[in-house]
Each structure stands twice: as structure tokens, then as C-alpha cells.
């Protein structure tokens, strides 16, 4: 399926190495919002105008299983005054959710199932990590219990977060469940 938790930088590095226009102006936005009220962050924009490589560039940003200080030291916000702030600070769960979507499919599961497989998918890759949390059954509560014994916050980063309205916009049971 995929790695979902601290994805690394990987993503954004090979963005890098193509033709790459700067838009890490957007990360000096998002971190003026962290922790904050207005936490919940969403980027919408028309399909191949480039969110997935934005969610590349914001899962390489904020993962703190890396260091990407040589992936953005040459980019606008190194400029900002909050780069060292924020950069590699945060446990970032990335959820690609066409290519959960397209597994889903490959298996004969239903639509219906995204949620909850994701959820459980992300429970145990946080066990993987913190088996001391096994015996915690919600993954919201594994979250919780994962914060309060680390001491460190998630930064949570949903690509395609649409598709499930695009694939199933015939299926009338789906649009209302």
C-alpha cells in the first residue's frame, strides 16, 4: 500500500531534480497557521496545476525522520523566519488517497471501505512504530496516546482527497454515506 507514516523526503527530491518552479511560499502560510485555529488547511486548486507536488514538498518539509535543510536551503522559504521553525519538526502522516483508492479496487473491496482501511492501515504503521500502543483499538486515540508518550505532534497531508467524490459521482449509495 504504501508508507503513510514520516514519508520522508525522497518525493521532493526527485521533483527537484526536474523542472521545478519555486512555491515553497506556501509552507510560510501553512506554518503561520500551525497551531492555531485555522490548522485545518485545505489547497484546492484544478486538477494537474500541482498539488501532488505540493503534498511532496509539505510531507519532505515537515517529516522529522529527515533532514531536508539541502532540499529547500536554495528555495524561497529559507528566507522566512519561520523555516527553522518548523523544518523536519513534525511526525507527518501522508494519505495518497487515488492510490489507496486504486488498491482498494484491486482487491474487489467498495469505496465504502477507504475510511475505515485507512484508519486501520495508519493504526498499525503507528504500532509499528510505538508497539506499546497495540492494545489501542481507535487509530484516534492511538494518536493521542502516540503524542502524550513522544511528545510529538502530526502533520496530516491528504492528496487526492477528491477522488472518492470523482469515482463514485454515479454512485448515489456512497454520495450520502
Given at each position: 500500500?504504501?508508507?503513510?507514516?514520516?514519508?520522508?523526503?525522497?518525493?521532493?527530491?526527485?521533483?527537484?531534480?526536474?523542472?521545478?518552479?519555486?512555491k515553497t511560499g506556501l509552507l510560510s502560510i501553512i506554518?503561520?497557521?500551525?497551531?492555531?485555529?485555522?490548522?485545518?488547511?485545505?489547497?484546492?486548486?484544478p486538477r494537474r496545476f500541482g498539488k501532488s507536488y505540493a503534498a511532496n514538498m509539505l510531507c519532505a518539509y515537515y517529516d522529522r525522520?529527515?533532514?531536508?535543510?539541502?532540499?529547500?536551503?536554495?528555495?524561497?522559504?529559507?528566507?522566512a523566519s519561520t523555516y527553522e521553525d518548523y523544518i523536519n519538526?513534525?511526525?507527518?502522516?501522508?494519505?495518497?488517497?487515488?492510490?489507496?483508492?486504486s488498491e482498494l479496487k484491486h482487491q474487489n473491496h467498495s469505496i465504502k471501505?477507504?475510511?475505515?482501511?485507512?484508519?486501520?492501515?495508519?493504526?498499525?504503521?503507528?504500532?509499528?512504530?510505538?508497539?506499546?500502543?497495540?492494545?489501542?483499538?481507535?487509530?484516534?486515540?492511538?494518536?493521542k496516546k502516540y503524542v502524550r508518550i513522544t511528545g510529538q505532534k502530526f502533520i496530516f497531508i491528504i492528496d487526492e482527497w477528491d477522488v472518492v467524490i470523482r469515482e463514485a459521482q454515479?454512485?448515489?449509495?456512497t454520495q450520502t454515506a
Open positions: 500500500m504504501g508508507i503513510y507514516l514520516n514519508p520522508g523526503n525522497a518525493g521532493f527530491e526527485r521533483i527537484l531534480r526536474s523542472e521545478y518552479i519555486d506554518n503561520e497557521q500551525i497551531d492555531t485555529v485555522r490548522g485545518l488547511i485545505c489547497v484546492s486548486c525522520t529527515c533532514d531536508s535543510h539541502a532540499l529547500f536551503d536554495n528555495l524561497k522559504i529559507s528566507n519538526k513534525y511526525n507527518v502522516i501522508y494519505i495518497d488517497v487515488a492510490s489507496f483508492l471501505d477507504v475510511a475505515n482501511d485507512i484508519a486501520q492501515t495508519i493504526r498499525l504503521e503507528l504500532i509499528e512504530d510505538k508497539p506499546e500502543l497495540s492494545q489501542v483499538t481507535k487509530v484516534s486515540e492511538c494518536l454515479n454512485d448515489s449509495a
